[in-house]
């Protein structure tokens, strides 16, 4: 097996860290990491296993001798540095949505289309959370029966906005039950001018608004699907609101299938053997998902299968998976093992 040399940009972060975690617990075969972070980190010290690693500045000569390089520290500086990255020689798998939509650059799901990461120019994107989830579970449905609409509404944890937005609920439910004024800074985004409490609430406003009363998240969803499918004539719609969950982003998802016939058992067998997907569906047991429960776990869970009372070819399901995993670390990971198997 050839050691690769690899970066982790944004090392520090809520999806950094767990890059990291995944690669070790994997087995990646590794000739060297380098953490890397704003000079704002630089020094700090982060350990798995017995192994301690020195957090760096991030500066384009960081990526010399690098094969590997996973960015996960926002849209801007990956604008910034991953081109200095594939000059200097390294396959940059980016988390952020820079170049999601960029028709050079692959948009990819292992279980979905890794037969696109073959004409990669040097940058692979990594899909939006809410995105890789739902495709991930609809993929076995559509090579079976075909999907020509797609209605999601999300219930999104706050560890998909960062490190930040997990302390500013944990902060706020303690200002609550110590009957304190809840300050609200972070959520529903950083640069929002507006910020509204998280505890004890729900925002229906994820990342900022744009075209169409639609926000930057929803249009993330619904242009991401249409990408990663290959198919521009799937209707999606999404509405993506933020909950007081620290991890694991649930989804209640309508699709219509193409195909005439098919049933909730058909769903459910096409589900049952797909890779990634774990169903968890029996009404008479309780035994649904729930995002407690998905925690550090790696695949995405379906439950709540249920065909439409009015719409012959209409099912709605529960889609619950942890953002940070397959949502984001794991799915990089995993499309640096194809890299490799290539
Ligand atoms: P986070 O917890 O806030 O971490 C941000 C990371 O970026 C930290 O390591 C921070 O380092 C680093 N950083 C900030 N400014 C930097 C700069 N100028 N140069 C180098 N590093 C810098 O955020 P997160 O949740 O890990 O998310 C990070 C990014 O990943 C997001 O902005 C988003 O683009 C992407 N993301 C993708 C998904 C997905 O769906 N695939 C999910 C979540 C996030 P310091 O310690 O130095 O501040
Ligand atoms: C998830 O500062 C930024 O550009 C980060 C915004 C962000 C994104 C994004 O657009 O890259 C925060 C959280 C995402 C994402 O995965 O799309």
């Given at each position: 097996m050839i050691m690769k040399n690899i970066a982790i940009v944004g090392a520090t972060g809520a999806v950094g860290t767990k890059i990291l975690e995944k690669l070790v617990e994997r087995n990646f075969p590794m000739q060297s990491v380098k953490l890397l972070a704003s000079?704002?980190?630089?020094g700090t010290e982060i350990k798995v296993g017995d192994q301690t690693y020195i957090v760096e500045e991030t500066v384009p000569e960081s990526f010399e001798s690098v094969d590997i390089a996973f960015f996960s520290a926002g849209g801007s500086v990956s604008q910034k540095f991953a081109k200095e990255a594939v000059a200097r020689g390294a396959i940059v798998i980016d988390n952020t949505s820079a170049f999601r939509m960029d028709p050079e650059t692959p948009l990819v799901v292992p279980e979905v289309?890794?037969?696109?990461?073959?004409?990669?120019?040097g940058i692979i994107a990594n899909p939006n959370c809410s995105t890789i989830q739902m495709v991930a579970a609809l993929q076995p449905i559509r090579e079976k029966f075909g999907l020509k609409r797609i209605i999601v509404s999300t219930y999104q944890a706050v560890s998909g906005a960062g490190a930040e937005a997990i302390d500013e609920l944990q902060e706020q439910s303690r200002q609550f039950s110590d009957r304190k004024n809840i300050e609200a800074a972070i959520?529903?985004?950083?640069?929002?001018e507006k910020h509204y409490p998280i505890a004890f609430n729900a925002i229906p406003q994820i990342d900022m608004f744009g075209e169409a009363g639609y926000t930057l998240e929803e249009w993330k969803m619904m242009n991401e699907t249409k990408k990663i499918f290959g198919d521009d004539s799937i209707a999606v719609s999404a509405t993506c609101v933020r909950l007081p969950v620290v991890s694991g982003h649930s989804e209640s998802v309508y699709i219509e299938v193409e195909?005439?016939?098919?049933t909730v058992e058909d769903l459910h067998q096409a589900m049952a053997g797909a890779p990634g997907v774990t169903l968890q569906d029996d009404p008479s047991t309780q035994f649904y998902p729930m995002p407690l429960f998905a925690e550090d776990e790696d695949d995405v869970f379906v439950g709540r299968v249920r065909k439409d009372?009015?719409?012959?070819k209409g099912f709605h399901m529960w889609i619950v998976s942890d953002n940070l995993l397959k949502g984001a670390a794991l799915n990089s990971v995993q499309i640096a093992e194809k890299l490799l198997e290539r």
């Open positions: 000079a704002r980190s630089a289309n890794p037969h696109t990461l073959q004409k990669h120019q959520l529903p985004s950083a640069s929002a195909k005439e016939g098919v009372p009015n719409e012959a």
